[in-house]
């Protein structure tokens, strides 16, 4: 049986657990993510508190006991000029915990806090080609299809960036 796990809202001095995990996660996986672990690693600590106490995103995090082992965030979506849609990104958890329901109920923390700003239509996910398991994820909470665009990925090529949108309904 897999112990559950604490999942929270991280805070600003929960900082250098969250930068570890994200650029541990930015290193390991360099083809799944927007951002890249030389871009990441440059940040200032300053910049990783700050990225916690944003009033435009949130970050949230699954313990195992004390050790930090997933992360999810809820985010406005900047491709959005009406600023009527969140994005949610940062997706990982640690291979341990990775089939369980552990990481879905995560990523639900960040679909609640986007449905509570009020401020948001819909949420948005989007993944590389080929990255079934977020796929996985965002079918399941309900996720719909709407575009396919070709994105620069940092890690190198051009690759087809699908989306999927949740509406929230107020």
């Known amino acids: 049986m897999t112990q559950e ?8 001095d929960d900082w250098e657990e969250f930068r ?10 360099p083809s799944v993510y927007g951002s890249s672990y030389a871009r990441e690693s440059l940040r ?33 979506w900047l491709s959005d000029e009406t600023g009527k849609s969140a994005c ?3 997706w990982y958890m640690t291979p341990e915990f990775r089939k369980s329901s552990e990481f879905t109920d995560l990523v639900k923390l960040t679909i609640a806090w986007a449905s509570a700003q009020n401020k ?14 977020s796929k996985a994820v965002n079918q399941r909470l309900g996720f ?4 396919t665009r070709a994105d620069r990925w940092p890690d190198g090529p051009t690759a087809d960036n699908y989306f999927y ?3 929230i309904t107020k």
Not at 20 to 29: F, G, I, P, Q
Not at 120 to 133: A, C, K, L
């Open 88 to 90: 949610l990104g940062m």
């Open 44 to 76: 200032s600590d300053v910049e990783w508190q700050d990225i916690l106490e944003s009033k435009t995103m949130r970050v949230f995090g699954a313990f195992n006991d004390k050790a930090l082992v997933g992360l999810a965030a809820a985010y406005d």
């Open 5 to 12: 796990l604490l999942k929270r809202s991280l805070g600003r």
């Open 120 to 133: 948001y239509d819909r949420i948005v996910v989007s993944h590389r080609e080929g990255n079934e398991s």
């Open 20 to 29: 570890n995990l994200r650029l541990h996660a930015l290193k390991s996986h």
């Open 144 to 147: 719909e299809y709407f575009m």
């Open 165 to 167: 949108e949740l509406r």
